[in-house]
């Protein structure tokens, strides 16, 4: 079993940055593909960008593309999620999750291909 916790998030003006990041515990987090959703009120959850195992291939959702950075950390069991420009409709909560699947290379942008979710993280952007 594997447990996320996010941490990071928080309130920003229009054009301001954030950090988030994802702690996995349990498991081996080095065979995991991990993504970033977010869910903003009365939407589904989206994708927001996914990194494979050894963090050399990522994925992206266009409407972030150029102002997110996707990243992992294996030696400390960690993900982030580095968020530049950030705009009023970045507004959401924020989750990671972990996909056991190894060694299959695709983007894994449907919250169904993860096996695990972190509890969320707010991210407010005001404008």
């Known amino acids: 079993q594997v447990q996320l916790v996010e941490s990071g998030g928080g309130l920003v003006q229009a054009g301001g940055s954030l950090s988030l990041s994802c702690t996995a515990s349990?498991?081996?987090?080095?065979?995991?593909?991990m993504g970033w959703f977010r869910q903003a009120p009365g939407k589904e959850r989206e994708f927001v960008a996914s990194i494979m195992w050894s963090g050399g291939l990522t994925y992206y959702a266009d409407s972030v593309k150029g102002r997110f950075t996707i990243s992992r950390d294996n030696a400390k069991n960690m993900v982030y999620l580095q968020m530049n420009n950030l705009k009023p409709e970045d507004t959401a909560v924020y989750y990671c999750?972990?996909?056991?699947?190894?060694?299959?290379?695709?983007?894994?942008?449907?919250?169904?291909?993860?096996?695990?979710w972190g509890q969320g993280t707010q991210v407010t952007v005001s404008s």
């Open positions: 349990g498991g081996t987090f080095s065979r995991y593909a």
């Open positions: 999750g972990a996909d056991k699947e190894y060694g299959a290379y695709y983007p894994r942008q449907y919250a169904g291909e993860y096996d695990y």
